[in-house]
């Protein structure tokens, strides 16, 4: 199957996303932004069975193309698409395709920041390393700049990661990669899996825990991977999209690829 996907800089991450899980289920998928190629000119070179993009595509020249050629188009939504067109409601997800797992753990804690901070100063008894991807910061725990694709692989690598805010998406990147998220006041795994964190004492009290109990590590891992693998990769938003799209077969042929994840 060819599928199109839609791309623009408010929303690359879910549709890199997206993309990566239709090559890796084997389908042909070019990632597209209309600013490199008029939506006609796509439609008719790449010829797609089916078009996803993101947030509500009526009026569009997206849309005007696909209905031109009788092509499907579904659109992903962080809320609720009102009439007939084809969404499917996007909820946080892991890109499976990036997180190659690292089972030797190179670092035991480490945080994204662009600046220094006192959670950061207060972290530093634990062994935090911090990287960034603008600004140089002045801190023994630096380990310097890195692009997109090597902070996947410092997640990797990592047996925790420090998310300051409730990234949810950051969590489940983190989780694929057998890298335990910690974050104060998490919303986003219950309590049987991470006890609420609700400031750094309680931060450091589970980060020294984790790290001199491999095991506990080990169960808070199983149990998160069980959250993630119920609905929360990209695996499962682009099934929601087959499935949206008439396609059973292939929804369900994405969804026994995750097999191999698990």
């Known amino acids: 199957m060819r599928i199109l996907i839609k791309s623009d800089d408010n929303n690359a991450r879910v549709m890199e ?11 042909s998928s ?18 797609p069975e089916l078009v996803v993009c993101y947030g509500d595509t009526k009026g569009t020249a997206i ?7 009788s092509i499907k188009l579904v659109n992903i939504s962080p809320t609720k698409i009102e009439g007939d067109t084809l969404a499917a409601f996007h909820r946080p997800s892991a890109d499976l395709l990036k997180c190659k797992q690292d089972k030797s753990k190179e670092h035991e804690i480490i945080t994204l920041s662009e600046v220094e901070n006192r959670e950061l100063l207060k972290l530093a ?8 991807y603008e600004n140089k910061l002045n ?3 630096y380990l310097g700049t890195v692009t997109s694709q090597e902070s996947h692989e410092l997640l990797c690598s990592s047996k925790m990661f420090y998310i300051f805010g409730d990234d949810w998406e950051l969590m489940c990147n ?20 991470m006890p609420t964190l609700t400031n750094i004492d309680d ?17 808070i891992l199983k149990k998160c991977k069980q959250l993630l693998f119920s609905t929360y990769t990209y695996h499962h938003r682009l099934s929601e999209v087959m499935t ?19």
């Open 17 to 27: 996303g997206l993309h990566n899980a239709a090559f890796d289920c084997g389908f």
């Open 30 to 47: 070019l990632i597209w932004n209309e600013r490199s190629k008029p939506s006609f000119d796509t439609i008719h070179e790449f010829q």
């Open 63 to 69: 849309q005007s193309a696909c209905d031109a050629n």
């Open 125 to 132: 008894g634990v062994g935090i390393k911090c990287f960034s």
């Open 139 to 141: 801190s023994p725990c």
């Open 174 to 193: 983190c989780i694929a990669s057998d890298c335990i998220p910690i974050v104060i006041n998490n919303n986003f795994m219950p309590e049987d899996i």
């Open 203 to 219: 931060v450091i009290s589970q980060v020294n825990k984790i790290s001199s109990q491999d095991s506990h590590r080990i169960d």
């Open 244 to 262: 949206i799209a008439g396609k059973e077969d292939s929804s369900k042929a994405i969804l026994e690829k995750l097999d191999e994840y698990k």
